[in-house]
């Protein structure tokens, strides 16, 4: 896996320096073993920043490109699991005061969530000047709901982040992993770096998981998926 790995890195960075798509650069491998290796984890860290077309377009070249039948149906099964469309597992996790709270109990509204840790940089730079403009913004609005999952396993320092306001508001629903990374909510929305945000639509289905549409379109981008998620299927945005 390290080798692949590196081999995937130099791929990425002669596609800078060619000016050509990484998947070309990972075609031209000799060995068939380590290209599948290498299309597998490209795809499976890159959709994370896609929208959902060029999603589908990254899993279709992949599929189309990987000759090993057990690591196609790993990366075919991670994307039936993620993205838009796919079921939510009904986690039930632990708040700051000790009460087990339960996705289920969020049914019929929209539901941004945010998995973060203490020490994450990025988490406080996204809560801060992205997601902090955007709870004030649906204030009173009781059909969206923000909630965070931290993977911290020390309960005392998940607390003092909270109630810092660095990382979240106390206002919001704010979960902690006691098992951090293990637990299975993670492994269900295939978290793989941090801040990671997701939007869950009124039916209980992911409505989006994309870095791009939740995070690096800013504050505006953030509302616009919310918007369409609170039009979507059941109920329209007041």
């Given amino acids: 896996a390290y080798y ?46 896609l929208d959902k077309p060029a999603r589908d377009s990254l899993f279709g070249i992949v599929s189309d490109e990987i000759s090993n039948p057990v690591l196609l149906d790993f990366v075919m099964n991670y994307k039936q ?33 945010d998995f973060w840790f203490v020490g994450c940089a990025n988490c ?40 810092s306001g660095q990382y979240t508001t106390e206002q919001a629903i704010n979960l902690q992993c006691p098992d951090g990374n293990k637990n299975p909510v993670i492994k269900q929305f295939n978290i793989i770096g941090f801040p990671q945000p997701l939007i869950i639509d009124r039916e209980g289905l992911v409505f989006s998981d994309s870095a791009m549409e939740l995070r690096d379109s800013g504050s505006e981008g953030l509302i616009k998926n919310i918007e369409l998620a609170r039009k979507s299927k059941t109920g329209i945005a007041n």
């Fill in 81 to 113: 699991r993620s993205g838009t469309g796919a079921s939510v597992y009904n986690f039930s996790l632990p708040d700051i005061n000790g009460k087990l709270v339960n996705l289920s109990d969020f049914k019929g509204k929209v539901v941004f969530v």
């Fill in 124 to 163: 406080s730079v996204y809560h801060q000047n992205i997601v902090k403009p955007v709870k004030q913004y649906y204030k009173g609005k009781d059909d969206v709901v923000f909630v965070t999952i931290s993977v911290d396993r020390d309960r005392g320092k998940w607390i003092e982040a909270v109630k």
């Fill in 4 to 49: 692949s790995d590196c081999m995937l890195t130099f791929a990425k960075v002669r596609s800078k320096l060619n000016g050509k798509r990484t998947v070309d650069e990972i075609k031209k491998n000799p060995d068939s073993e380590i290209r599948d290796k290498m299309f597998a984890s490209y795809c499976i860290v890159s959709s994370k920043s």
